[in-house]
């Protein structure tokens, strides 16, 4: 089971639009589009489940291909560095 990042993505996108367009490729397991607490808008990225070969195709298909006019990065999710960024802050 590989996590795709979805990134760029348009405010309006939803779970549903992204699992068609992903569907293209394979079965996915599971989507979680990043929302805007108040607005409840699509922050521009969301994260996909997918096989391993199925996700690996999709990448290779989907990553620059637009979305509404802005081009799509999709590639394999990335462990996060805790170095930088958020966390707690030191005193």
């Not at 760029?8 to 367009?21: A, G, K, S």
């Not at 409840?40 to 298909?61: L, N, S, T």
């Amino acid at each position: 089971m590989k996590r795709i990042f979805a990134g760029n993505l348009p405010e309006d996108t939803t779970e549903r639009e992204l699992t068609e367009i992903f569907t293209g490729f394979g079965r996915v397991f599971s989507i979680k589009l990043m929302q805007d607490v108040f607005s409840g808008k699509c922050r521009g990225f969301g994260f996909v489940e997918m096989e391993g070969h199925e996700a690996r195709a999709a990448i290779a298909g989907l990553n620059g291909k637009e979305l509404r006019g802005k081009p799509m990065k999709v590639n394999e999710e990335q462990p996060r560095d805790n170095k930088r960024g958020g966390g707690s802050r030191r005193r």
